[in-house]
């Protein structure tokens, strides 16, 4: 399959690229971009070439079907090498994204032009590498080291205006293919810029680099620094010699713990919006979004829905409660205006599409509705009972439980094919996870419209089936259980702590809970008992009976000084467990930090078995996305399986 072609536009040849779906540099297109450069040269009839893709985008990375493969000539730097040595000059044309390799290419050109809404950018920093094939090494000689560290240690694309002035690309055009070939005859009368190569790039003070290690600086994260250290050697080298450099970093890079983890979850991420299951299914329409309840969650999901363009009602129980509740997502928008996110015109639009009522009649037209009461069986069905009597036969009626049966919520539903569980996290308009729950009523075009709506919000859509937690709250129980045990045996709270921020979490398992508040989950705790269920006794059960619920009490499994936040060892909680604590264990941060992901794996374990998960990708996923699970170690089930293949 011949994925370049070329036409003739006079002296200009218009070489097109079409590797659906997004031109991956795959070792075809390096093939046939190698070979192009000499079939071009060797045309006494083209003086310029245009390089131009179709579809959707520009070149926008490597081929993710080869990553973690040994690469194959010919070599991306290679590719770039040719195409800047051609001996008629080159013109990328970018629409779309022209990222990694593929603003590489862009860089071998001798012009790089690009349509407004395209963006360049060297993003490989987010998959635990380093550009690497002169991304460190052009990149600075084009934009300077300034522009070029920001870009190339955070891995953030640039949008072609702001690239325009960085000196990334040399115009932004409105018609691209017609631009671009003007350009290239345009340029022909003039004096050829040097190639990137040959650009001068000066040395930088060591304070400069001080500076830049600072920003840069990602706890468990090597690539950026590395990233950094390869840009001072492009300064302080020449090219050749920086080239090498940066091939040799990538390369060690690319075979490391945090590449392979970052991999993972590039992958996983992909997937997950669009399950396979899926596929053919059109989803239901949702343009007005129904929310019951205008608390934390109720006002956080009306805040995400509204930010997607969808028109929202709030259905609160009294008039007062009302307003509160639009006060609520008011709060949202207000935090977007202080944080330059959104202006108070834009803010002021978003508020009138959100509008409050006590009627639940006012929801006959919702496309969605979604309930976020208090976590009580009797309120929700009450609700579903309301919903089920006013709704369109047609709306998709969602129950946003954290831990409750949604067949039990359901109940008495008419047509429950239209019922689906999503529970979100909060804060509801920040967190990335969706945890979709299916019921085995609901229907294939109501799940895939829960799954729709995770992509519309800009979430992480997972697919959970229905058990205590869930996938995600489930395992949360399982940790928090096994950081219990690990006290019970004589390890130090703080000491837990410790280790699991040493291991990447931003908060150990007992800092969290004083923040979040000890009380919630033990009165979820005595809900079950008081249904007859044997629940047994945690030790944060007698913190919360001796009135420590965490920081808002002033004590939880830490003393807080009033006004600070900092946990203090408590002499009281050693107090209040000393009957309890029966050993004198001495660990270190690396034991416990294996020992806790080795009880969340074990429970992923169980929850694959049990079919509450699709996939061990999945709960990576959710443990990422949902709990803090440091991203570089790619969540638990893929950090087992790395230290299980290391023994």
Known sequence: ???LTVRRDGEIAVVTLDNPPVNAISEAVRKELFEMVGQLDADPGVRAAVLICAGRTFLAGADVREFGKPPVEPHLPEVVDRIEGAEKPWVAAIHGAALGGGFEIAMGCRFRIAVESARVGLPEVTLGVIPGASGTVRTPRLAGIETTVDLVTSGRPMPAGKALKAGLIDAVVSDLERDAVAFARAALDAELPL????????????????????????????????????LR??????FAEAMEHE?????????????????HIFFAERAAPKPSALKGIEPRPVRTVGVIGGGTMGAGIAGACREAGMEILLIERDDEAVTRGLANVGKIFDSAVKRGKL????RAGRMAGVRGSTDYADLADADLVIEAVFEEIGVKRAVFAELGRVCRADAVLATNTSYLDPRAIAEGLPDPSRFIGLHFFSPAH????LEIVPTPDTAPDVLATG?????ALNKMPVQAGICEGFIGNRILKRYRAEAEALVKQGVAIAEIDAAMRGYGFRMGPFEAQDLGGLDIAFLQREGARAEGQDVPETLGDILVRAGRKGQKTGGGWYDYAEGDRTPKPSASVATLLADRVSGSAALSGPEIADRLVGAMAAEGEAILREGIAQSPQDIDLVEIHGYGFPRWKGGPMFAAGMTASAR
Do not use: C, N, Y
């Open 195 to 230: 190639p990137v190569s040959q650009r001068p790039l000066a040395p930088m003070p060591e304070a400069f680099w001080q500076d830049a290690r600072k920003r840069a600086a990602k706890p468990g994260h090597q690539a950026p620094l590395r990233a950094l250290d390869s």
């Open 343 to 346: 202006s108070a015109e834009d």
């Open 430 to 433: 920040i967190m990335k996870l």
């Open 451 to 455: 799954f729709a709506l995770g992509r």
């Open 1 to 3: 399959m011949t994925l």
């Open 247 to 263: 091939r040799e970093t990538f390369l060690d890079l690319r075979g490391s713990d945090e590449a392979a983890a970052l991999r």
């Open 233 to 238: 050697f492009a300064t302080e080298h020449d």
